[in-house]
């Protein structure tokens, strides 16, 4: 039997600049999805879903990313399904909302399993290498950061670049943030897709644009490291404003982060593609964070409160 974990995860800064080579600061949540491996006779594979049946609502539609990101991580660690079938068991407790991490999570924890099981002895590199390859099934040419600190877990600071470069971050103590899903599922290869096209074709403004949101993230990894919350909400309140500048949020965004803001979050923005998705707030103390988790729930949008840079 093989066994795997991956972190789900909440980009804190930089979502869609970081496809460009602007550093991004993502944190992993205390919430994961574990794959087991188990062989039997036979060929191919087969999935038991044990997740919550409430984490499995919709996940018929997605049947074919999944089945992709399969097969592609099978095929990329090498392994022949001719020989047995693998038995896929998946159990965990990320939400499957864009924005969350669902599917890197899920990629690492499957690229740990089948090492697990064969033996394959593989580095954490090497993880994330062929977690990329599930990634790239779902959202088309990511930038890594996602399959990166489901990888490696913590509060990660990265860069895309040939190699890519990461650090992780220490907090002075763990951050309690709330995450919240707009129940709209976001299309991050369209949204990225979009950026890409408007770069090109505003490209003065999205230099300016650019050049702030890589001076903020240097201000946000200080703020981080020094425990500096108002400041750090401060920031995530600006990378918002860039966001929507670059067109990536929306009306239902813009509405719960000012939810957030005014049921008392220190800070509040998009998380993950955009255009949809979630939104993240930040919440230092625990009584803060059911506040503002209680007001999304009372308007419909589901919250997840979760701690970062504690020991996931
Ligand atoms: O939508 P998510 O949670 O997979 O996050 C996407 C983050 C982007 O920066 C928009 C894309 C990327 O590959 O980094």
Not at 179 to 198: F, H, L, N, Q, W
Not at 261 to 271: F, V, W
Request: aromatic share 8%; with cysteine.
């Amino acid at each position: 039997m093989g066994r795997g974990v991956g972190f789900g995860k909440v980009i804190l800064f930089n979502e869609h600049f970081v496809v460009h080579g602007v550093p991004g600061i993502a944190a992993a949540l205390d919430k994961r999805l574990v794959c087991e491996t188990v062989l039997e006779p036979g060929q191919g594979w087969v999935l038991d879903d044990l997740r919550d049946p409430e984490l499995k609502q919709g996940f018929e539609r997605e049947w074919d990313k999944f089945k992709g990101a399969v097969d592609a991580i099978l095929g990329a660690a090498g392994v022949d399904t001719s020989a047995n079938r693998i038995r896929i068991r998946l159990r965990g407790d990320v939400l499957p909302a864009s924005g969350m991490g669902w599917s890197a999570a899920f990629s690492v924890a499957l690229a740990r399993a089948v090492a697990d099981e064969f033996g394959l002895n593989l580095t954490d590199e090497q993880i994330f290498q062929l977690a990329l390859e599930g990634e790239r099934v779902y959202h088309g040419l990511p930038s890594g950061i996602d399959p990166l600190v489901a990888t490696v877990g913590g509060v990660v600071w990265f860069v895309k670049d040939k190699p890519n470069r990461f650090e992780k971050l220490k907090l002075p103590i763990p951050m309690r943030i709330v995450v919240a899903y707009s129940g709209v599922p976001s299309d991050t290869a369209k949204a990225v897709a979009g950026v890409r096209e408007r770069k090109e074709q505003f490209k003065q403004k999205y230099d300016q644009i650019f050049e702030e949101a890589n001076a903020l993230v240097n201000e946000a990894k200080a703020a981080l490291g020094s425990g500096n919350w108002e400041r750090v909400g401060e920031l995530m309140n600006r990378n918002h404003r860039l966001l929507q500048e670059i067109e990536v949020s929306c009306e239902v965004l813009d509405r719960m982060v000012g939810l957030a803001r005014s049921a008392g979050a220190l800070g509040a923005k998009l998380t993950g593609g955009g255009l949809g998705g979630c939104v993240v707030a930040l919440t230092p103390d625990e009584e803060l964070q059911e506040q503002v988790a209680q007001k999304f729930d009372e308007a419909g949008y589901r919250a997840v409160r979760a701690l970062v840079g504690g020991s996931t």
